[in-house]
T-cell receptor, first 110, second 119 residues
Framework: QKEVEQNSGPLSVPEGAIASLNCTYSDRGSQSFFWYRQYSGKSPELIMSIYSNGDKEDGRFTAQLNKASQYVSLLIRDSQPSDSATYLCAVNLNTDKLIFGTGTRLQVFP | GAVVSQHPSWVICKSGTSVKIECRSLDFQATTMFWYRQFPKQSLMLMATSNEGSKATYEQGVEKDKFLINHASLTLSTLTVTSAHPEDSSFYIC???????????????FGPGTRLTVL
């Protein structure tokens, strides 16, 4: 079983819609969770971090964490074409290492 | 956010040569940095943890004699790909935790990456 799993996509949503990206992880001891955005040919850019169960909102982005279900998600409201990128879920295990999922490619069409 | 730089941004070299990539934390000190490699259409794979003043910790399957890591100061870690071959062509990215040291809740910021092409 992979440590961090994401649907590779592509996830296609129309401009203005809500994009929902999901991620599951295997290690129940994981303590911190991150969403990164990566444009083609560029390095990852941090969008959100979340450490506690529940929702965390930052502008158009909302991260949701459910440790009991080992599930973390990212919602993007009012999606824009500029949001089109690969979104990487990353989990920090107790070993101090950041483990990445394979990423979900998001396409926002006008 | 914290700023991490890398140099060079891209490099092309001949097979058998060595290439050095620098990673710098610009506005904070980092006793720990991380080196990742990303092949096309794949996710980031952690190669090693760079520790200031001590030996790097390599992930399973990463050859420490091929990928030499030196973390000589609190703001600089270098990755040297020795005797590079075409299969080493990849996107190499470094990161550093915001606290400057590894910890279970630290946010990591990434450098812009170095694209290595070995002919």
């Amino acid at each position: 079983q992979k440590e961090v799993e994401q649907n590779s996509g592509p996830l296609s949503v129309p401009e203005g819609a809500i994009a929902s990206l999901n991620c599951t992880y295997s290690d129940r001891g994981s303590q911190s969770f991150f969403w990164y955005r990566q444009y083609s040919g560029k390095s990852p850019e941090l969008i959100m971090s979340i450490y506690s169960n529940g929702d965390k909102e930052d502008g158009r982005f909302t991260a949701q964490l459910n440790k009991a279900s080992q599930y973390v998600s990212l919602l993007i409201r009012d999606s824009q074409p500029s949001d089109s990128a690969t979104y990487l879920c990353a989990v920090n295990l107790n070993t101090d290492k950041l483990i990445f999922g394979t990423g979900t490619r998001l396409q926002v069409f006008p | 956010g914290a700023v991490v730089s890398q140099h060079p941004s891209w490099v092309i070299c001949k097979s058998g040569t060595s290439v050095k990539i620098e990673c710098r934390s610009l506005d904070f000190q980092a006793t720990t940095m991380f080196w990742y490699r990303q092949f096309p259409k794949q996710s980031l794979m952690l190669m090693a943890t760079s520790n200031e003043g001590s030996k790097a910790t390599y992930e399973q399957g990463v050859e420490k004699d091929k990928f030499l890591i030196n973390h000589a100061s609190l703001t600089l870690s270098t990755l040297t790909v020795t005797s590079a071959h075409p299969e080493d062509s990849s996107f190499y990215i470094c990161s550093a935790p915001t606290s400057g040291r590894a910890g279970s809740t630290d946010t990591q910021y990434f450098g812009p990456g170095t694209r290595l092409t070995v002919l």
